[in-house]
């Protein structure tokens, strides 16, 4: 049953991210395609919930059925992508599906052809070969260092962790209340920036909000191993800190939910060649999750060798190194179509190879 579950989400996920990206205006990308993350937090926020007030896993499985039912009668009543239509040939149904997108009274004259043009550039649709040069060239690549290299190394910052062992780190650091209810508290709290998120990606510079949280991150996660260590060293004050481990494990949350996840995610909708979209973003998925479970299966043993400071001053570290990988690498495609999006991240390409002739 959990495999089934995995791949069902692991299927549906990065696709719903992609389908966001490629039928929302570029204008309100930002706000709208961090909503299936933001969904992701609502989700683990009522699984929270539910272990929290019930201890039977059958009647927590039968009231979260309703979720994936509600997501395909959802679907049924939608109109396909008009990028993924054009690309297949169907331009009379892009057409459609643009306008239904867009609005009756909206001109989509303009948006239209210029995702045509862009397909005509490409002239011949790409087979398995020509995907799988594509999938080793420098477009691509430049792609993934931009989205799978980063999404790996936030699975190091500590939040996967804390996801994963939330209530045995909440026992480790002594807090002060029960902290079967910490979690339930944590997943109310995504939500609540996670919508702050999708309003602050419309206008504001993606990359400077990434490095801010990574570097939240970083001083939340120096400090607990400074709490853990100081604890060691002094039990006269241990009621405070006993409490002081949650609102710095709250501070995380609200980093990683207001601008390390949705801008990832964000990202990997973007960057890649409309052609491969869905293969670039399931591969830096791959990335992300190969990570989580190399994070996951090292961390008891990181815990048993370092204690909890230590495991704390190791995620800190990763937080530093991703704010300054991001900040030298990370784009900032705000309003800016898909298009030429995929034109942007081909030009350095195009520039070197002039450069050579």
């Not at 060691?232 to 004050?237: A, C, Q, S, V, Y």
């Not at 299966?297 to 204690?307: A, E, G, I, K, N």
């Not at 990763?318 to 179509?337: C, E, H, K, M």
């Given at each position: 049953?959990?495999?089934?579950?995995?791949f069902?989400?692991?299927?549906?996920?990065p696709?719903?991210?992609?389908?966001?990206?490629?039928?929302?205006h570029?204008?309100?990308?930002g706000?709208?395609a961090v909503?299936?993350s933001?969904?992701?937090?609502?989700?683990?926020f009522?699984?929270?919930?539910l272990?929290?007030l019930s201890?039977?896993?059958?009647?927590?499985?039968?009231?979260?059925?309703?979720?994936?039912?509600?997501?395909?009668?959802s679907m049924?009543?939608i109109?396909?992508?008009?990028?993924?239509?054009?690309?297949?040939?169907?331009?009379?149904e892009?057409l459609?599906?643009?306008?239904?997108?867009?609005g009756?009274m909206?001109?989509?004259t303009?948006?239209l052809?210029?995702i045509?043009?862009k397909k005509?550039e490409?002239?011949?649709?790409?087979?398995?070969?020509?995907k799988l040069n594509m999938?080793?060239?420098r477009?691509?690549?430049?792609a993934?260092?931009?989205s799978g290299i980063?999404?790996?190394?936030?699975?190091?910052?500590?939040?996967?962790a804390?996801v994963?062992?939330?209530?045995?780190?909440?026992?480790?650091a002594?807090l002060?209340?029960?902290p079967?209810?910490?979690?339930v508290?944590?997943?109310g709290?995504?939500?609540?920036?996670s919508?702050?998120?999708?309003?602050?990606?419309?206008?504001?510079?993606r990359?400077?909000i990434?490095c801010?949280s990574?570097?939240?991150?970083?001083l939340c996660?120096?400090?607990?191993?400074?709490l853990q260590?100081?604890r060691?060293?002094?039990?006269d004050?241990?009621?405070?800190?006993?409490f002081?481990?949650?609102?710095?494990?709250?501070?995380?949350?609200?980093?990683?939910s207001?601008?390390?996840?949705?801008?990832?995610?964000?990202?990997?909708?973007?960057?890649f060649?409309?052609?491969?979209?869905?293969?670039?973003y399931?591969?830096?998925?791959?990335?992300?999750t190969?990570a989580?479970?190399?994070?996951?299966?090292?961390?008891p043993?990181?815990?048993?060798?370092v204690?909890?400071?230590?495991c704390?001053?190791?995620?800190?570290?990763s937080?530093?190194i991703?704010?300054?990988?991001?900040?030298?690498?990370l784009?900032?495609n705000?309003?800016?179509s898909?298009?030429?999006?995929?034109r942007?991240m081909?030009?350095e390409?195009?520039t070197?190879?002039?450069?050579?002739q």
């Amino acid at each position: 049953g959990r495999c089934l579950c995995s791949f069902g989400v692991w299927l549906g996920y990065p696709s719903s991210t992609i389908f966001i990206s490629e039928v929302v205006h570029p204008n309100v990308r930002g706000t709208l395609a961090v909503f299936p993350s933001m969904l992701l937090s609502v989700g683990m926020f009522i699984t929270y919930l539910l272990g929290y007030l019930s201890s039977s896993w059958r009647l927590i499985s039968w009231i979260l059925l309703f979720q994936p039912i509600l997501t395909f009668l959802s679907m049924s009543l939608i109109k396909e992508s008009p990028y993924w239509l054009v690309q297949n040939g169907r331009k009379e149904e892009a057409l459609e599906s643009l306008q239904w997108y867009r609005g009756k009274m909206y001109n989509v004259t303009e948006e239209l052809n210029e995702i045509v043009k862009k397909k005509e550039e490409n002239k011949r649709i790409p087979g398995f070969k020509e995907k799988l040069n594509m999938v080793f060239s420098r477009s691509f690549l430049r792609a993934l260092s931009c989205s799978g290299i980063p999404f790996g190394m936030a699975q190091f910052t500590g939040i996967s962790a804390l996801v994963l062992f939330m209530v045995n780190m909440f026992q480790d650091a002594g807090l002060s209340f029960d902290p079967q209810l910490a979690p339930v508290l944590v997943g109310g709290t995504r939500i609540v920036f996670s919508l702050c998120s999708s309003i602050a990606l419309r206008k504001g510079n993606r990359k400077y909000i990434f490095c801010t949280s990574a570097m939240t991150l970083c001083l939340c996660t120096l400090c607990m191993g400074v709490l853990q260590v100081y604890r060691g060293m002094d039990e006269d004050h241990q009621w405070i800190i006993g409490f002081l481990p949650f609102p710095l494990i709250i501070i995380m949350f609200i980093a990683h939910s207001f601008g390390i996840n949705p801008i990832l995610h964000l990202i990997s909708s973007e960057v890649f060649p409309t052609s491969i979209r869905s293969l670039g973003y399931g591969v830096t998925l791959c990335l992300s999750t190969s990570a989580n479970a190399l994070q996951s299966f090292l961390f008891p043993y990181v815990l048993s060798w370092v204690d909890t400071a230590g495991c704390f001053f190791w995620f800190s570290i990763s937080s530093f190194i991703l704010a300054v990988y991001a900040f030298i690498i990370l784009p900032d495609n705000r309003g800016l179509s898909l298009t030429n999006i995929e034109r942007g991240m081909n030009q350095e390409k195009k520039t070197s190879l002039m450069q050579k002739q």
